[in-house]
Every structure is written in structure tokens, then in C-alpha cells.
T-cell receptor, first 114, second 113 residues
Framework: DTGVSQNPRHKITKRGQNVTFRCDPI?????LYWYRQTLGQGPEFLTY????????KSRLLSDRFSAERPKGSFSTLEIQRTEQGDSAMYLC????????????FGPGTRLTVL | QKEVEQDPGPLSVPEGAIVSLNCTYS??????FMWYRQYSRKGPELLMY????GNKEDGRFTAQVDKSSKYISLFIRDSQPSDSATYLC?????????????FGTGTRLKVLA
């Protein structure tokens, strides 16, 4: 399968714990995006990378959130000191990186903070 | 006011009906328009994309963009129970060099057999 993959698919954690999610984009896609989706809402942009450079971060991405894309391949999204309000689906997408282009989404990681 | 407005539904139709799904937007800088389908607890799946005003057809799906009215539509012909899902519109523009998508809330569609 050559689509976007995300791990884990589900994560249950207690409030105050740290969690880390991984995204593997489609091979040779230069751009990688993170979105968050809560129940009944569309995905909301968090951040994106062009190769290894993080070019934009939403104000939704508080200081407790950090994302990396070392070597321009896979990416990780870490949430420190999780809060119940962090419970959501975290979606990763990738695109070729040519102007306005099409983003392909992974299956998402569903986070539940107890 | 949200940049992209979409009726959340739910929308229930009988099998075989023509479905019309719509989004309005306020940002005239949007240039790229997408429709995604999302099944429950899954990631969004791309259905259609278009850069320009007018119609684009792909099988049973037709995407329509009217930039003068800031209005986009997705039509599904001969709807099937397997089309039951949430349909998300998404938009993007590059006036500030950003490539992020702005999504509507999604419309829940149920096609009854």
C-alpha cells in the first residue's frame, strides 16, 4: 500500500501524560500536513512541512504541541501534558509540493484523554 | 462568521436520487476547491478537485464552482447506499503563500435502500 500511514490508530491516555504520533507520507511527497478533527467538525489545520522545514503553524498549536519532520520523510506530532480538550482525531496528509496541489489523507490517529 | 459554511445535515435520500451538496465561502482568495468523502472513523478520501469556475464531471459525481457567488456544489447521480458518508468541502488559496486547506463542517448523507 502506497498511501499515507499513521500510527498508532488509537491512543487512550490519562490527563497529563505525553503522547507521540507518527505519520509516513506518500513516497516522494514533499509537503506534509497535520490537521485535527473533532466530532461533527471538519479538519482544522495545525501545521505543515515543506521537506524538513516547518513553514506554518496554526494558533491552535499551543506550546504543548510540537511537530518534527527529520530528513523530510516521516513526521511526528507530540502533545505534552495532555488535556481532555486534546481528545480528537489527528489527521496527517501529504502532497507532491507543487504550488496548489492535492492533499491525500491518512486514516488518522484517534486520541482519547481520560 | 466561518470562512467556509456547509450545512451539516443529516440529509436522507432514497436510493437512485440525485444528491446536491453545497458550500459557501467568504474569502475571494480561494482558488482551489476539493470534495472529500469521509466514512465514520476513517480519514477523508479525495473525490474531486477543481481550480476554476464551471463544472467537472467524474462518473456519477459532478463538481460545480461559481466564484462570482462564492458557492460550490457536488452532485451525486444515481445515489447508492454505499454513498452514505460525510462529505467535506475544502478550499485553498495562495495570497499569503499558504497551502493549508480550509474545510467545511461536512454534510452527513444517508442513502436509503
Amino acid at each position: 500500500d502506497t498511501g499515507v500511514s499513521q500510527n498508532p490508530r488509537h491512543k487512550i491516555t490519562k490527563r497529563g501524560q505525553n503522547v507521540t504520533f507518527r505519520c509516513d507520507p506518500i513516497s516522494e511527497h514533499n509537503r506534509l500536513y497535520w490537521y485535527r478533527q473533532t466530532l461533527g467538525q471538519g479538519p482544522e489545520f495545525l501545521t505543515y512541512f515543506q521537506n524538513e522545514a516547518q513553514l506554518e503553524k496554526s494558533r491552535l498549536l499551543s506550546d504543548r504541541f510540537s511537530a518534527e519532520r527529520p530528513k523530510g520523510s516521516f513526521s511526528t506530532l507530540e502533545i505534552q501534558r495532555t488535556e481532555q480538550g486534546d481528545s480528537a482525531m489527528y489527521l496527517c496528509a501529504s502532497s507532491p509540493g507543487l504550488g496548489l496541489d492535492t492533499q491525500y489523507f491518512g486514516p488518522g490517529t484517534r486520541l482519547t484523554v481520560l | 462568521q466561518k470562512e467556509v459554511e456547509q450545512d451539516p445535515g443529516p440529509l436522507s435520500v432514497p436510493e437512485g436520487a440525485i444528491v446536491s451538496l453545497n458550500c459557501t465561502y467568504s474569502n475571494s482568495a480561494f482558488q482551489y476547491f476539493m470534495w472529500y468523502r469521509q466514512y465514520s472513523r476513517k480519514g477523508p478520501e479525495l473525490l474531486m478537485y477543481t481550480y476554476s469556475s464551471g463544472n467537472k464531471e467524474d462518473g456519477r459525481f459532478t463538481a460545480q464552482v461559481d466564484k462570482s457567488s462564492k458557492y460550490i456544489s457536488l452532485f451525486i447521480r444515481d445515489s447508492q447506499p454505499s454513498d452514505s458518508a460525510t462529505y467535506l468541502c475544502a478550499m485553498s488559496g495562495t495570497t499569503s503563500g499558504t497551502y493549508k486547506y480550509i474545510f467545511g463542517t461536512g454534510t452527513r448523507l444517508k442513502v436509503l435502500a
